[in-house]
């Protein structure tokens, strides 16, 4: 019978543990990799508004019944009231144009869509705690008086594909991106199906429906 040599039988224990180190090495890498990139997915899947943390702010918030909106809200969620409450010819566009850019795979969510006046209020008074004055909340957050998601007349598109989506062809629905600071707030434009989308605001404040 053949022995193998103790020398043997130590470099093979070490090859099976270098082994084991370096599979270890590669498992930990491939992990790593695939996180990093499901985070940069997630990252560039939606965009941030600044008046998203005034949304999830629970502390003394409004409800639904205001128009507060959980996530995975889409336009075709008649019984959200934000989405309910909002113009019918604005929902009819919006529904149109999602049907469409279901085609390519974009679903339009609704960040948020018709507000009460209270909740309106509410997300201003928040705003101007936040940017530390009324005259830099007044960029994107308006008064009840002058805000058109009171009014029923405006929304916030979620997710970086629909927006992109809609900067696109929204016109051809008369959806139309109303200030350059905020790409998600869209309103409906009917002259814009013919022509173009009017100029954009630099923000809120340049707006005169805001100077009532």
């Given at each position: 019978m053949t022995r193998t040599p103790p020398s043997a039988r130590i470099a093979a224990r070490r090859i099976r543990r270098l082994l084991a180190i370096g599979l270890t090495v590669v498992i930990a890498a491939i992990t790593a990799a695939i996180g990093y990139q499901l985070l940069k997915s997630s990252a560039s899947s939606s965009v941030t508004s600044p008046l998203q943390s005034l949304r999830t702010d629970k502390r003394g918030a409004l409800g639904e019944a205001d128009g507060a909106v959980r996530d995975g809200v889409t336009v075709f969620?008649?019984?959200?009231?934000a989405v309910a409450n909002l113009d019918p010819d604005l929902v009819k566009a919006l529904r149109q144009a999602a049907t469409y850019a279901a085609d390519d795979n974009v679903e339009f969510y609704v960040n948020s869509g018709w507000r009460s006046p209270e909740y309106q209020n509410q997300l201003l008074r928040k705003a101007v705690a936040k940017y530390g004055s009324e005259?830099?909340?007044?960029?994107?957050?308006?008064?009840?008086?002058?805000?058109?998601?009171?009014?029923?007349?405006a929304v916030d598109i979620g997710r970086?594909?629909?927006?992109?989506?809609l900067s696109r062809h929204g016109a051809a629905?008369?959806?139309?991106?109303?200030?350059?600071?905020?790409?998600?707030?869209?309103?409906?434009?009917p002259e814009a199906t013919d022509r173009r989308c009017p100029r954009m605001y630099a923000d809120a404040t340049q707006d005169p429906r805001m100077q009532q």
């Amino acid at each position: 019978m053949t022995r193998t040599p103790p020398s043997a039988r130590i470099a093979a224990r070490r090859i099976r543990r270098l082994l084991a180190i370096g599979l270890t090495v590669v498992i930990a890498a491939i992990t790593a990799a695939i996180g990093y990139q499901l985070l940069k997915s997630s990252a560039s899947s939606s965009v941030t508004s600044p008046l998203q943390s005034l949304r999830t702010d629970k502390r003394g918030a409004l409800g639904e019944a205001d128009g507060a909106v959980r996530d995975g809200v889409t336009v075709f969620d008649d019984e959200i009231p934000a989405v309910a409450n909002l113009d019918p010819d604005l929902v009819k566009a919006l529904r149109q144009a999602a049907t469409y850019a279901a085609d390519d795979n974009v679903e339009f969510y609704v960040n948020s869509g018709w507000r009460s006046p209270e909740y309106q209020n509410q997300l201003l008074r928040k705003a101007v705690a936040k940017y530390g004055s009324e005259e830099e909340a007044a960029r994107w957050v308006a008064t009840a008086a002058t805000s058109p998601h009171v009014s029923g007349d405006a929304v916030d598109i979620g997710r970086s594909q629909a927006i992109a989506w809609l900067s696109r062809h929204g016109a051809a629905y008369g959806l139309c991106q109303i200030y350059k600071n905020e790409p998600w707030h869209y309103e409906l434009r009917p002259e814009a199906t013919d022509r173009r989308c009017p100029r954009m605001y630099a923000d809120a404040t340049q707006d005169p429906r805001m100077q009532q």
